[in-house]
């Protein structure tokens, strides 16, 4: 069955990049996402890349999709505090309309 | 805000019990899906609903039943709850038609089971 996994915790120091990672096994997977879910809230998409593109930026976010590998990669450059938060890594299966969600990625901000 | 609603945002009941959590999409979103939040599983897909018809099931127990309204509002029924059932649940509902396929979250219903 499809399975998303990344891992639980990452922490990094403020001002620093933040790479979170992301693998999946469903290889007919469409579009692949990244969420982001701050304290008591939602989860709000944060960027998304379509399965033929390498990479995407967007400001201070750039998403890597190796999909040979089915591994796929959010970096947050110049880390605030702000940032802080879990992210989620999703993909979309061709044909399927919901997500399957990886566990998240709580990350942490050293100042 | 993502535009959708959900209510309660919390809710303490005791084993047993049943309680109905309720949603509203997006404006002229067909689609709502429910997903439940714990911290051993992670977040969970449980049923999707499309203009009022299911659509797809994931992981959701017998114990649990959900529906979507003409109106397109939707509610989640969980009965005879147990401790485990103490989780986050979300609402999602997505843009007709996307290709992309987003889904726009809401703020989700919080669960305690005494």
New interface residues.
């Given amino acids: 069955g499809e399975d998303v996994e990344q891992s639980l915790f990452l922490s990094v120091r403020e001002g620093d990049s933040s790479v979170i990672n992301c693998t999946y096994t469903d290889s007919s997977s ?2 692949l ?1 990244w ?1 982001k879910q701050e304290p ?6 944060l960027t ?1 890349i379509f399965s033929n593109m390498d990479m995407k930026q967007d400001q201070r976010l750039t998403v890597l999709l190796n999909k040979k590998d089915k591994h796929l990669s959010l970096r947050i450059a110049d880390t605030q505090t702000g940032d802080s938060a879990i992210y ?1 890594c999703a993909e ?1 299966s061709g044909g ?9 990625t709580h990350l942490i901000i050293q100042p | 805000d993502s535009g959708v609603t959900q209510t309660p945002k919390h809710l303490i009941t005791a084993t047993g019990q049943r309680v109905t959590l309720r949603c509203s999409p997006r404006s002229g979103d067909l689609s709502v899906y429910w997903y439940q939040q714990s911290l051993d599983q992670g977040l969970q897909f449980l049923i999707q609903y499309y203009n009022g018809e299911e659509r797809a099931k994931g992981n959701i127990l017998e114990r649990f039943s959900a529906q979507q309204f003409p109106d397109l509002h939707s509610e989640l029924n969980l009965s005879s709850l147990e401790l485990g059932d103490s989780a986050l649940y979300f609402c999602a509902s997505s843009v007709t038609g996307s290709d992309t396929g987003e889904l726009f979250f809401g703020e989700g219903s919080r669960l305690t089971v005494l």
């Fill in positions: 469409t579009y996402y969420y008591g809230a939602g989860l709000q998409l998304y989620f979309r399927a309309d919901g997500l399957t969600f990886g566990k998240g």
